[in-house]
């Protein structure tokens, strides 16, 4: 029997900061069964430069022109810019691979749009542990959900919900807790920080029953998420402390490792877990 070859999967890269440049980088280097075909960039100079010493370069396109060129395509930009990539992608039935949690919940015409035309949106785990284990609760009866995220007061600095309340968190001197309400409240309230708990809504009972608390916190140097979980099947608790990068103190080292395991996982013979 002749064996087949199958192309690579195109994959382009929306966002080309700590998280962007990380999976394009990863790309670059080779995953098996997945070849970068473009990135779009804000600073398109920049991205230029930065491309320049990959072994294969690729072109710096607009947001728009990504879902023609690629079966795959990563999403790592502002909430704003998200319409511009998501919906091309979703039009044409492309994977999206999405990390702005937070934003799909106030988009959710996108998953409708999806299941309609054969896109499909994947959300990494990105920051989160125990997505698996959420998930597996959920095919039977979870009664609760609750998480406390505890940050540096810089990671919140811009934040919407701030803005609205009037809270000031310069000079912070202890612990304060700044929001208490639905994962949904919080996505819509910090819609750059709370990608964590949208993701933790979405495996498990939804964005309206999962309860946040979000809290500033001066004595810490990383991104803390402490989840627990009853369900008529387990009571589990996890936390997780996330190293900050170095372009983006509001983003988790790991956020990025956990975009690159997902592509990876999209072309793997074998795949542990989600």
């Known amino acids: 029997m002749t064996e087949v070859k199958q192309e690579p999967l195109r994959v382009a890269v929306g966002g080309f900061g700590a998280i962007g440049l990380q999976v394009a980088r990863a790309l670059d280097r080779g995953i098996p069964g997945l070849r970068l075909v473009a990135v779009s960039a804000r600073d398109r100079k920049a991205a230029s430069r930065r491309l320049s010493v990959f072994a294969q370069p690729v072109p710096v396109v607009a947001l728009p022109e990504l879902a023609e060129l690629a079966e795959v395509v990563v999403e790592c930009v502002p909430a704003a810019a998200f319409p511009d990539l998501a919906e091309p992608a979703v039009a044409g039935g492309r994977r999206l691979v999405t990390v702005s949690c937070g934003v799909l919940l106030r988009r959710w015409d996108l998953v409708e749009r999806a299941r309609d035309g054969g896109a499909q949106i994947i959300v990494p785990s990105g920051a989160l542990l125990g997505l698996d284990a959420v998930r597996a609760a959920a095919e039977g009866e979870i009664h609760s959900v609750r998480m406390v995220t505890r940050k540096p007061p810089v990671s919140l600095s811009g934040a919407p919900y ?10 912070l001197a202890e612990p304060r807790r700044i929001f208490r309400g639905s994962a949904r409240e919080g996505a819509v309230g910090f819609p750059a920080n709370v990608n964590v ?12 029953r999962t309860e946040l608390e979000i809290w500033a916190d001066p004595a810490l140097t990383r991104n803390t998420h402490r989840i627990r979980v009853e369900a008529d099947s387990a009571r589990f608790e996890m936390q997780i402390e996330n190293v900050p990068s170095e372009e983006n103190p509001g983003t988790g080292k790991i956020t990025a490792l956990s975009v690159i395991a997902s592509l990876r996982g999209l072309t793997s013979p074998l795949r542990v877990g989600a």
């Not at 701030?162 to 000079?171: A, F, H, K, P, S």
């Not at 809504?201 to 309206?208: H, K």
């Open 162 to 171: 701030l803005e609205e309340q009037g809270i000031d968190l310069e000079g």
């Open 197 to 208: 708990a949208a993701a933790l809504s979405l495996a498990g009972i939804g964005p309206d």
